[in-house]
């Protein structure tokens, strides 16, 4: 099935009016797009910031007359009061194919090496190195394949760190990719932590997919969290939580414990370094793109 698809570049006032014209003229869909390379990567909690322009887009059947769509929301933009003055937006009418978006995603998800045992393998695939660690992973619930710098990094960290036999906390789990990685490279028990009950899901669905035995690893939201000494801490988060989770972090740390946090961008290293100072000595940063990860180890 073909769509008719509607861009219009925005100002920040002009957002709202315009989404509004778009569904009473039966939008199936209507998305916001950075416009001008403006990435709000941590927004401050409560608020709901917006790029200083915006495209607004919208997917009409392709059934509809375009002329007489633009003509409508030309006429809403004109009558509302709050667009006094202002001119309709620039604006532009493509025509675009239905796709299986599942189906493109899998076709583009390739195993990929991590270190020098780890691979993230689709499941539907066969690995490259059947003899090497080989992490199967499906899509959906997966919040994380390993195609993300922070993912990666700490990946890489997991596969250069675990020897075997540790327990390691995957601080913020999402997909479990980290937790389940160390689990395949030997570790003995792994505990996920995350607010979300559909990353647990995820999490509890990806280890038995691995044929991770369900006594090796737990999942459990933040206010469940176990009383547990980690040999290896991971935390691929954003440096807000981060910091605000430090000491939290740090006990639930054995001394002489590894610590990786990732999900940060550079300028955000010295800030969410020294908060975990006072109980971490930690490295300097590896950079992969804009990402940083932060290693350490506890005092």
């Not at 066969?126 to 994380?144: I, R, S, T, Y």
């Not at 960290?157 to 490279?185: N, R, W």
């Not at 939201?221 to 040999?231: C, F, G, Q, W």
Request: with cysteine; proline share 5%.
């Amino acid at each position: 099935m073909a769509w008719i698809q509607l861009k219009v570049e925005v100002l920040p006032d002009q957002i709202e009016v315009i989404e509004d014209s778009m569904l009473l003229e039966g939008a199936q869909a209507v998305t916001l797009q950075d416009g001008a390379d403006q990435p709000i990567l941590e927004p401050e909690l409560g608020t709901m910031p917006v790029w200083d322009k915006t495209i607004v887009i919208g997917l009409f059947d392709a059934e509809i007359n375009g002329a007489t769509l633009i003509a409508n929301m030309q006429k809403l933009f004109a009558y509302d009061p709050k667009m006094a003055g202002q001119v309709f937006p620039e604006h532009k009418l493509e025509l675009v194919e239905d796709k299986d978006w599942e189906r493109c995603w899998m076709d583009n998800f390739h195993p990929m090496q991590f270190g020098d045992r780890l691979w993230v393998c689709p499941s539907w695939k066969d690995p490259e190195d059947k003899n090497a660690v080989n992490l199967m992973l499906d899509p959906g619930l997966a919040f994380g394949t390993g195609t993300h710098p922070t993912t990666a990094h700490c990946l890489r960290f997991l596969d250069k760190t675990v020897v075997g036999g540790e327990l390691v906390v995957d601080y913020g789990c999402g997909s479990g990719i980290l937790g389940i990685a160390a689990l395949l490279l030997g570790s003995d028990r792994m505990l996920g932590v995350d607010n979300d009950p559909q990353a647990l899901l995820a999490t509890r669905q990806n280890a038995e997919r691995n044929s991770i035995s369900a006594n090796s690893y737990d999942v459990v939201l933040p206010e469940n969290t176990h009383k547990v000494k980690a040999d290896i801490m991971v935390a691929n988060i954003l440096a807000g939580p981060l910091i605000f989770l430090a000491e939290n972090i740090a006990t639930l740390t054995k001394s002489g414990g590894k610590l990786a946090l990732s999900g940060l961008l550079s300028h955000q290293a010295d800030e969410v370094r020294q908060a975990y100072e006072p109980w971490f000595n930690m490295d300097g940063m590896e950079q992969m793109e804009d990402w940083i990860i932060l290693t350490g180890t506890k005092k």
